[in-house]
């Protein structure tokens, strides 16, 4: 059972063109940053957005196919979506809001209502069957919201945000109560999310979705491990260059030179992490490979180490103890040597 | 520098009022209002009334749904002809009336040589024309709530199987119900209180189109305590308008 989708799409601004495709028993994780598509895909996988192109099929069912004219109505496509606010009916109770699908699909009130009655008492909230969504708590609505997309047994559960509502408090407990459920779910799941540590605590492989359209895919370490954009980068905290290699240099986009281990030919990434980047007032002699002069320009806190942005031929962020900071006196920035081993460079084809 | 202007506003329009109240037969009030006149029109008024809320529901309600779903050439225009009647004088509202759906009127033409029907001058002629009057008011009100609606609960209907008639069953229309009803609401009593537009296209026989407005305008020569007294009933009902929908008005900020 699985997914394979291929979409193009335009919709406002946005021009999405994404090839996807998702193995039942795998957490699918769809990561980019607001603005990127990622609604929008979802919403095109329910059938609520009309394609382009493209064709969605579902464990082998054609749900749409621009090339023969087919669009199977929302309606009748096998799904449960738990939209970023819920969307839990406002004059329906929380009861009610789950029997919804079953009663729509053609089950009798009494038998709709028991069976979502069991799922209420799964999610932990048979007390509050009565009450009215307004009367629920974040965490007690996404639940609602939960159990009302899964009651009908859809074959493909699809997740915006569902964190993304709730407060930071509520966050940590509510996300592992989901791990929970979507892991006893058998069908197709994909989850989209801008924040990467419900990413890499949810996934099991990791899409990344940038301006409509994916940049990168794999594990939560893979992706990690080999940043291939800007944004990506960022989240994982590591200097991302992209550059020519012939041998073991590298000739960076935008000028400059880094030297790394090993042998590398053509269009490449090269990542430095922060913590492997080493500051000196003075130019230093030694081993390492990559020795360039700078100016020592912002300074931030992070945890219990600080990290300072170095512009120059190469710009860099470096990552040193508060104590060795201050020692340099960093904070009053100027003049600035960074040295980096070339075997602290990670070089991988673009 | 208000309070002189501003007193003498409210002195305007409560003087008339309680110069109703004041001249009103409270004794005999009970038994004005059994006479056979008056309950004949207050029956007619409320058989014409209803009739007209009916009418309007049934052809206003799609009409908000156009107005507020669908992007069509002209939309403006009509939107425009469906509050028209607001403003309009109802008596040329109902000599609009006439002028079509007369005896010799366009629509009333055709009326007559395919189905045998006439209007002026009937009770369904004086539903028509209270209807006239009284629709603008539900579709603008309902039109409103529909544009107020978050549309995504249709979506998320949509994804838990829900087709097009079920979702408006059971998601749509109670969203929307707080409009409706005003509207509704709003819908009757203009309906209720319509005189110039009646009068006109289905004149005032008694019985048949002489709802209460009409009543009082004649009563008011020959029998002035009738007149109070169904003046008195209207007022009541304008009241009990007003303060079922005070949250919309005069919500408690």
């Known amino acids: 059972m699985s997914l394979v989708a291929e979409l193009e799409l335009t919709l ?8 996807l495709a998702v193995e039942t028993g795998e957490l699918v994780v769809l990561l980019g940053p607001n603005g990127a598509g990622k609604t929008t895909l979802l919403r095109a996988l329910a059938g609520l957005v009309v ?5 969605v099929v579902l464990d082998g069912d054609v749900l749409d196919d621009t090339g023969s004219g087919t669009h199977v109505v929302t309606e009748r496509r096998p799904i449960g979506f738990v939209f970023q606010d819920y969307l839990l009916f406002p004059h329906l109770s929380a009861l009610e809001n789950v029997a919804f699908g079953l009663r729509a699909r053609g089950l009798a009130r009494a038998e709709a209502r028991r069976r979502a009655a069991v799922w209420l008492e799964r999610v932990g909230l048979a007390e509050q069957a009565g009450s009215r969504p307004r009367e629920l708590s974040g965490g007690q609505a996404q639940r609602v919201a939960l159990a009302r997309a899964m009651v009908s047994d859809p074959r493909l559960l699809l997740l915006d945000e569902p964190l993304a509502a709730l407060d930071a408090a509520s966050r940590t407990e509510v996300r592992r109560d989901l791990r929970r459920h979507l892991a006893s779910f058998d069908g197709t799941r994909l989850l989209v999310t801008h924040d990467p ?8 492989r ?22 291939r954009s800007r944004y990506v980068a960022e989240l994982v905290g590591v200097n991302l260059y992209r550059g020519r290699a012939t041998g073991a240099v590298v000739e960076v986009d935008g000028g400059g030179t880094l030297v790394a281990a090993g042998d590398h030919h053509g269009e490449v990434f090269a990542a430095i992490h922060p913590h492997a980047v080493a500051l000196h007032r003075r130019a230093p002699e030694g081993t390492p490979r990559n020795v360039w002069a700078g100016t020592a320009d912002t300074l931030d806190i992070v945890g219990d180490r600080v990290r300072i942005r170095v512009t120059g031929p190469v710009p860099i962020v470096a990552e040193v103890t508060p104590a060795a900071a201050s020692e340099l006196r960093l904070a009053d920035g100027g003049p600035v040597w960074a040295s980096v081993k070339a075997t602290e460079v990670t070089v991988y084809p673009a | 520098m208000f309070a002189v202007p501003a007193a003498v506003a409210v002195g305007f329009l409560a003087v008339p009022l309680l110069g109703l109240l004041g001249r009103t037969p409270w004794g005999t009030l009970g038994a004005e209002l059994a006479t056979p006149r008056v309950l004949e029109a207050l029956r007619l008024s409320l058989v014409c009334s209803l009739g007209a809320v009916a009418v309007s529901a049934v052809l206003g309600v799609p009409l908000a749904f156009l107005l507020a779903r669908v992007e069509f050439p002209g939309r403006n225009l009509v939107r425009a002809l469906t509050t028209l009647p607001m403003v309009l004088p109802p008596v040329v509202g109902g000599v609009a009336l006439l002028l079509a759906f007369g005896r010799r009127g366009v629509a009333g033409q055709w009326l007559e040589r395919a189905f045998g029907v006439t209007l002026p001058f009937t009770t369904t002629g004086a539903i028509l024309a209270e209807a006239f009057v009284a629709m603008p008011f539900l579709v603008i009100t309902t039109e409103a709530g529909l544009r107020a609606m978050d549309r995504r609960f249709e979506d998320a209907a949509a994804t838990l199987g829900a087709g097009r008639w079920a979702t408006l069953r059971r998601v749509t229309l109670p969203l929307i119900a707080p409009s409706l009803g005003a509207g509704i609401a709003l819908c009757w009593a203009r309906a209720l209180g319509e005189f110039g537009a009646t009068i006109t296209f289905a004149g005032n026989l008694p019985g048949v189109t002489q709802t209460m407005p009409l009543a009082v305008y004649l009563a008011l020569e020959t029998d002035l305590e009738a007149a109070i007294a169904l003046s008195l009933v209207l007022l009541a009902v304008s009241l009990a308008v007003l303060i079922a929908l005070r949250d919309r008005w005069f919500p408690t900020a």
């Not at chain 1, 601004?13 to 994404?18: A, F, K, N, Y």
């Not at chain 1, 394609?51 to 064709?55: E, K, M, Q, S």
């Not at chain 1, 940049?215 to 940043?227: E, F, I, K, L, N």
């Open chain 1, 197 to 204: 540590l419900e990413a890499i605590a949810l996934a099991d």
């Open chain 1, 206 to 227: 990791l899409v990344v979705l940038e301006g409509g359209r994916v940049t990168q895919t794999g594990t939560p370490d893979q992706v990690s491990a080999r940043p």
């Open chain 1, 12 to 19: 406002g601004r946005l021009e999405l063109e994404v090839e």
């Open chain 1, 51 to 55: 394609l382009d192109h493209g064709r």
